[in-house]
């Protein structure tokens, strides 16, 4: 039976960059697949080279226990480059507005094929240990994490979740869909995005996607 491991990750704020923003970086609401990665590949200690490889076959489920609200924040960009880090001159340094995250917490459901790394993560999940700091987006939104269990991995009929979702039944959820975005779904090794789709996030929405029954919960899970 394939298993599937359970845990809360939140922090006092998050910025997952959108990947179409430049001068005044914005913010999704929902973590995209590849941060998701990303944060286990640190809490397994995979380098930066290698997460995405060895972490490309995950599936991966995502519940927001409430929707986090966005703030701007100006951030002083400081130019490193001539060797210091606390240069004098005014040149050297650029304020400028990003979007945060303020209170951000998720819940992940993630089912890894290769059992060596389930059982390694689920071991640091159970003892609160990571290699490497998780952050939610940025390495200033220091996360914290709480394993909330591991559950059969059970294919389901029903297809009404409050879980995130790519696929919906429009008829079945007018006014219903809470935050809807465009992301990238999949990274290539150098962390190049190389799909992109929408993705939903309501309460009792009707999904087309794959789900499976996770514990009490009804949950859509992707692995591409």
């Given at each position: 039976?394939?298993?599937?491991?359970?845990?809360?990750?939140?922090?006092?704020?998050?910025?997952?960059?959108q990947f179409n923003t430049t001068s005044s970086p914005m913010t999704y609401t929902?973590?995209?697949?590849?941060?998701?990665?990303?944060?286990?590949?640190?809490?397994?200690?995979?380098?930066?080279?290698?997460?995405?490889?060895?972490?490309?076959?995950?599936?991966i489920g995502i519940q927001l226990p409430k929707i986090p609200r966005k703030m701007f924040l100006t951030i002083n960009i400081i130019n490193t480059k001539r060797g210091y880090l606390f240069p004098l001159d005014v040149g050297s340094r650029t304020p400028i507005r990003y979007q945060y995250l303020r209170n951000p917490e998720y819940i992940i459901y993630v089912h890894i094929p290769d059992e060596e790394?389930?059982?390694?993560?689920?071991?640091?999940?159970?003892?609160?240990?990571?290699?490497?700091?998780?952050?939610?987006?940025t390495t200033e939104c220091i996360?914290?994490?709480k394993f909330l269990g591991e559950y059969d991995l059970i294919e389901s009929n029903d297809k009404i979740v409050s879980s995130v979702v790519r696929t919906i039944d429009w008829e079945n959820n007018k006014g219903?869909?809470?935050?809807?975005?465009?992301?990238?779904?999949?990274?290539?090794?150098?962390?190049?995005?190389?799909?992109?789709?929408?993705?939903?996030y309501g309460?009792?929405?009707?999904?087309?996607?794959?789900?499976?029954?996770?514990?009490?919960?009804?949950?859509?899970?992707?692995?591409?």
């Open positions: 039976m394939s298993k599937v491991l359970k845990f809360k990750i939140d922090s006092t704020f998050g910025h997952f960059r929902i973590p995209p697949k590849p941060t998701i990665q990303g944060i286990i590949g640190a809490m397994l200690g995979l380098s930066k080279k290698e997460y995405l490889e060895k972490l490309k076959d995950v599936m790394l389930h059982n390694e993560l689920k071991r640091r999940l159970e003892e609160h240990r990571s290699v490497y700091p998780p952050f939610l987006g996360a914290d994490f219903m869909i809470e935050v809807e975005e465009y992301q990238h779904f999949i990274m290539k090794p150098g962390r190049i995005p190389i799909r992109f789709g929408t993705v939903y309460k009792n929405i009707t999904t087309l996607d794959k789900t499976y029954k996770i514990g009490d919960e009804n949950v859509a899970m992707w692995q591409d």
